[in-house]
């Protein structure tokens, strides 16, 4: 059955309340049950205790096939649940056309600052201005900037550990994945990564795998001291080294989190040779010197260029945290200001993987 579907078409219109069993269904014909655990776990959980049964939900995760995994959760939770798609989040369209069929509203940001609703489950800050009576749940570090002085609780999924098997694992793999399917190898080729936070580390990890020759290039000089062996670093205000291991590099590929981090750093001209370029981050790091047409996927985070940008594997524990913060902040009594997840909750969905998951020996590399 080709992905291009997404999910079957429906003939019918679907009962609310067997919409979730109707989802994971269909996305049995796509994924295996132990290719998301904590999912399938929470919604049927949620299924018996309708822990969100009325309120209002609106939800921006960057929304895929796989998505569709955390909106059955949703769901069953007895949620009315609304689906954002922001201008600076990629999408896949056809994936949309499916939520139009199960009768989910899907609106933009500017349109929902006009609604209200219960709870938000954000992504890269783009609700932060939409009303939430019971507060936020934010799914990424960058979008964190956009509640510093927040008024009402922020649920933080990138403060737990859970968040690195997207970030740094699911990541890097998407990357490795996204250059095989342009018809890359990186076996035995130069990689320069900028950045060595979460994504940048994942990528480094799965690259090495490949058997690519790696160097690292980052403003913190003591990231030197926890590169893995045979990885070479370079300090980004050494701008002549930084230039010449672009030129020699294969593939160069941002992670560094920061918008245009490397407009000051290398020219246009230095950018003139065969060297592929890869963005990874949210942002457009290259800058706005270098053409959208000169790296791949036209600046967009490189797998996401996929019908799967993160494999179901690597994206279904921390979908499920995200979702977890609606159920935290319906239950009340958190004050406004940030707050990260429970130790407890990330250790009991590490046990989830570890019983029926396909992940459980690389949690240690994240920590869990």
């Known amino acids: 059955m080709e992905a291009l579907s997404v999910l079957s078409h429906c003939d019918k219109p679907i009962p609310m309340a067997s919409l979730h069993q109707h989802i994971l269904a269909e996305l049995a014909s796509f994924y295996r049950p132990e290719e998301f655990p904590v999912l399938r776990h929470q919604c049927a959980q949620w299924e018996k205790t309708r822990p969100l049964d009325g309120l209002k939900v609106l939800d921006a995760t960057p929304h895929f096939r796989n998505t569709y995994a955390k909106y059955a959760a949703l769901i069953a939770a007895g949620a009315r649940l609304s689906i954002a798609i922001g201008p600076t989040l990629p999408h896949d369209p056809e994936a949309l056309l499916q939520a139009q069929e199960f009768g989910i509203p899907v609106i933009s940001p500017s349109e929902a600052i006009h609604s209200s609703f219960d709870l938000v489950l954000d992504c890269a800050g783009i609700l932060a201005e939409v009303p939430a009576a019971m507060g936020y749940a934010e799914l990424t570090r960058s979008g964190v900037a956009r509640y510093t002085h927040a008024q009402s609780p922020v649920w933080v999924v990138d403060s737990g ?40 580390r994942g990528i480094v990890l799965m690259a090495l795998r490949q058997g690519a020759e790696v160097t690292v290039v980052d403003i913190d000089t003591e990231v030197r001291e926890h590169l893995p062996p045979g990885i070479g670093f370079i300090p980004l205000n050494a701008r002549e080294q930084v230039r010449q291991a672009v030129v020699r590099a294969f593939c160069a590929v941002t992670a560094t989190g920061v918008l245009h981090a490397l407009e000051e750093i290398l020219s246009p ?22 053409p959208a047409e000169r790296v791949l996927n036209a600046k967009q985070p490189a797998n996401f260029s996929l019908k799967d940008p993160t494999l ?49 020996k690389e949690l240690g590399l994240v920590g869990l």
């Not at 003139?272 to 800058?287: F, I, Y």
């Not at 994206?315 to 990260?340: F, K, Q």
């Open 161 to 200: 550990k859970i968040k690195q098997i997207e970030t740094c694992l699911g990541t890097g793999d998407g990357f490795v994945r996204a250059m095989a399917n342009w018809g890359y190898s990186l076996q035995k080729r130069r990689l320069i990564v900028f950045g060595y936070g979460k994504v940048g």
């Open 312 to 360: 179901m594997r690597y994206i279904d524990p921390p979908m499920a945290l995200h979702n977890a913060g609606a159920l935290e902040l319906a239950r009340g009594g958190i004050p406004r200001g940030l707050h990260p997840p429970s130790p407890s909750l990330e250790i009991s969905y590490g046990e989830i993987i570890r019983r029926h998951g396909l992940i459980g």
């Open 269 to 290: 001209g230095d950018l003139q040779s065969p060297v592929l370029l890869a963005n990874m981050g949210v942002e457009d790091e290259w800058g706005p010197s270098v």
